[in-house]
C-alpha cells in the first residue's frame, strides 16, 4: 500500500512537472511541439552581408520554425549560381533582382517570383565634381565604369535614354579605379560601393550622384524566388516562407543592434572582412529601398507596372525575345487581393 501510495505522489509530481514545462513553453516552443517542421533550404545571391539581413535575422530569431519551416542557409558568394542551385534542386528558395529573374525565366528556367522586398533599385552612376561632371549632360566625353554581364543593364540604358558619347570601361564590383582617376563615372549600390567611396574621404558634397530610380530606370532589385513546381506542389511552404522572411525584415529594422550582431556572426563564419560600420549603413539603405510604400509595413508585391518596365528594357537590349506573361512569373504569397 505504501508502495502504490509513493508511486502515486511520483506519477502527480511528474504530471505537474509536465504541466508547469507546457505553460511555461515560448510561444515557438509550444507551436514546435505541435507539429512537424518542413525541411526547407535558401541561398542568397551574394556573400553574407546585410543586404540579405532578414533572412538571417528570421532564421536567428525562429521565425522560419514559427511558420513550420526547418531552414538551411547555404553560403551564397562568386562560387554559388543561386539559378543553377535552384535548377539543380539544391536549393528551394533564392533571391534575385527582378532583371535577372526576368531574364533567367526567359531562358527557360520556370521559376516564380512569390515575394518582391525590394521595391527600388540601389543602382547609381556617382562622379567627382571636380572632374566637371554636375549634371547629365556632364557625363559627354568622359569615362564610365560598367559592370559587365546584366549588371550592365540599367548604365546602358540610361546612356543611351540620354544620348550620352562616352568611353565606357569595364568595372570590377571595386571602386579603386575610380578613386585613382582611371575612371570619371563609377557605377555603384547606394548600399555598398557609394558608402566605400564616402570611406575613402569624399564628402557627399564633393561627389555628383545619378540614381537611376529618379530617371524612370528602377529596376526592383532583391525578390523571392522558387520552381514553379515547388509553388504548384507546396503554395502553403512557400508562402510560410515569405511570410516569415518579411517578419525577420521588420524585426532587423526595429532592432538594427541586434540584426547587425546577427549579420557579422554570418561574416565571421565566413572567413570575411566584417566592418560593423558598413554593414549599419548597408541596413539602413535597405530600409529606405524596402520600405517604400510610405506604410509602416513591407509591401512585398510586385507591381505589373515594374515588371513590364524591366521586361521592356530587357527586350530593347535584346537580352530576352519576349516578355514572360506576367501571371505566369508572379504568384502573390503576400496577400489575396
Same mark, same amino acid.
Given at each position: 500500500?505504501?508502495?502504490?501510495?509513493?508511486?502515486?505522489?511520483?506519477?502527480?509530481?511528474?504530471?505537474?512537472?509536465?504541466?508547469?514545462?507546457?505553460?511555461?513553453?515560448?510561444?515557438?516552443?509550444?507551436?514546435?511541439?505541435?507539429?512537424?517542421?518542413?525541411?526547407?533550404?535558401?541561398?542568397?545571391?551574394?556573400?553574407?552581408?546585410?543586404?540579405?539581413?532578414?533572412?538571417?535575422?528570421?532564421?536567428?530569431?525562429?521565425?522560419?520554425?514559427?511558420?513550420?519551416?526547418?531552414?538551411?542557409?547555404?553560403?551564397?558568394?562568386?562560387?554559388?549560381?543561386?539559378?543553377?542551385?535552384?535548377?539543380?534542386?539544391?536549393?528551394? #528558395?533564392?533571391?534575385?533582382?527582378?532583371?535577372?529573374?526576368?531574364?533567367?525565366?526567359?531562358?527557360?528556367?520556370?521559376?516564380?517570383?512569390?515575394?518582391?522586398?525590394?521595391?527600388?533599385?540601389?543602382?547609381?552612376?556617382?562622379?567627382?565634381?571636380?572632374?566637371?561632371?554636375?549634371?547629365?549632360?556632364?557625363?559627354?566625353?568622359?569615362?564610365?565604369?560598367?559592370?559587365?554581364?546584366?549588371?550592365?543593364?540599367?548604365?546602358?540604358? #540610361?546612356?543611351?535614354?540620354?544620348?550620352?558619347?562616352?568611353?565606357?570601361?569595364?568595372?570590377?564590383?571595386?571602386?579603386?579605379?575610380?578613386?585613382?582617376?582611371?575612371?570619371?563615372?563609377?557605377?555603384?549600390?547606394?548600399?555598398?560601393?557609394?558608402?566605400?567611396?564616402? =570611406?575613402?574621404?569624399?564628402?557627399?558634397?564633393?561627389?555628383?550622384?545619378?540614381?537611376?530610380?529618379? @530617371?524612370?530606370?528602377?529596376?526592383?532589385?532583391?525578390?523571392?524566388?522558387?520552381?514553379?513546381?515547388?509553388?504548384?506542389?507546396?503554395?502553403?511552404?512557400?508562402?510560410?516562407?515569405?511570410?516569415?522572411?518579411?517578419?525577420?525584415?521588420?524585426?532587423?529594422?526595429?532592432?538594427?543592434?541586434?540584426?547587425?550582431?546577427?549579420?557579422?556572426?554570418?561574416?565571421?563564419?565566413? =572567413?570575411?572582412?566584417?566592418?560593423?560600420?558598413?554593414?549599419?549603413?548597408?541596413?539602413?539603405?535597405?530600409?529606405?529601398?524596402?520600405?517604400?510604400?510610405?506604410?509602416?509595413?513591407?509591401?512585398?508585391?510586385?507591381?505589373?507596372?515594374? @515588371?513590364?518596365?524591366?521586361?521592356?528594357?530587357?527586350?530593347?537590349?535584346?537580352?530576352?525575345?519576349?516578355?514572360?506573361?506576367?501571371?505566369?512569373?508572379?504568384?502573390?504569397?503576400?496577400?489575396?487581393?
Amino acid at each position: 500500500m505504501v508502495f502504490k501510495s509513493n508511486q502515486k505522489v511520483f506519477l502527480s509530481i511528474v504530471a505537474y512537472l509536465f504541466f508547469i514545462r507546457f505553460i511555461l513553453l515560448s510561444p515557438v516552443e509550444a507551436q514546435n511541439s505541435s507539429k512537424n517542421l518542413e525541411k526547407s533550404s535558401f541561398v542568397a545571391q551574394w556573400v553574407p552581408q546585410a543586404q540579405f539581413a532578414g533572412y538571417y535575422v528570421a532564421y536567428e530569431k525562429g521565425f522560419y520554425r514559427d511558420y513550420g519551416i526547418e531552414l538551411d542557409i547555404a553560403t551564397g558568394g562568386p562560387q554559388c549560381s543561386p539559378c543553377d542551385f535552384l535548377k539543380q534542386g539544391k536549393v528551394d #528558395f533564392i533571391n534575385l533582382s527582378l532583371n535577372t529573374a526576368i531574364q533567367a525565366h526567359a531562358k527557360g528556367l520556370e521559376l516564380v517570383n512569390i515575394a518582391q522586398i525590394m521595391q527600388k533599385s540601389a543602382f547609381m552612376l556617382v562622379a567627382k565634381k571636380s572632374s566637371g561632371i554636375k549634371k547629365i549632360e556632364d557625363i559627354n566625353n568622359k569615362k564610365v565604369g560598367v559592370w559587365t554581364g546584366i549588371s550592365q543593364m540599367q548604365a546602358l540604358s #540610361f546612356i543611351e535614354k540620354y544620348n550620352l558619347k562616352v568611353t565606357i570601361v569595364p568595372q570590377t564590383y571595386s571602386v579603386n579605379l575610380f578613386l585613382r582617376g582611371g575612371i570619371d563615372v563609377a557605377s555603384a549600390m547606394w548600399y555598398n560601393e557609394y558608402h566605400t567611396i564616402l =570611406n575613402s574621404g569624399y564628402d557627399p558634397e564633393e561627389l555628383t550622384t545619378f540614381f537611376f530610380s529618379e @530617371y524612370g530606370l528602377s529596376f526592383p532589385e532583391d525578390g523571392i524566388y522558387t520552381v514553379k513546381e515547388t509553388f504548384l506542389s507546396n503554395p502553403r511552404l512557400c508562402c510560410s516562407f515569405v511570410m516569415a522572411t518579411i517578419k525577420g525584415w521588420e524585426y532587423a529594422f526595429a532592432h538594427q543592434d541586434e540584426a547587425l550582431d546577427i549579420v557579422l556572426k554570418y561574416i565571421k563564419a565566413a =572567413n570575411m572582412p566584417a566592418n560593423r560600420v558598413h554593414q549599419k549603413w548597408m541596413l539602413g539603405r535597405m530600409e529606405d529601398l524596402i520600405m517604400t510604400s510610405g506604410q509602416n509595413k513591407i509591401s512585398g508585391k510586385l507591381s505589373p507596372g515594374d @515588371y513590364l518596365r524591366v521586361g521592356e528594357e530587357l527586350k530593347k537590349a535584346k537580352m530576352i525575345s519576349a516578355i514572360p506573361e506576367f501571371n505566369n512569373f508572379y504568384k502573390n504569397c503576400v496577400s489575396n487581393d
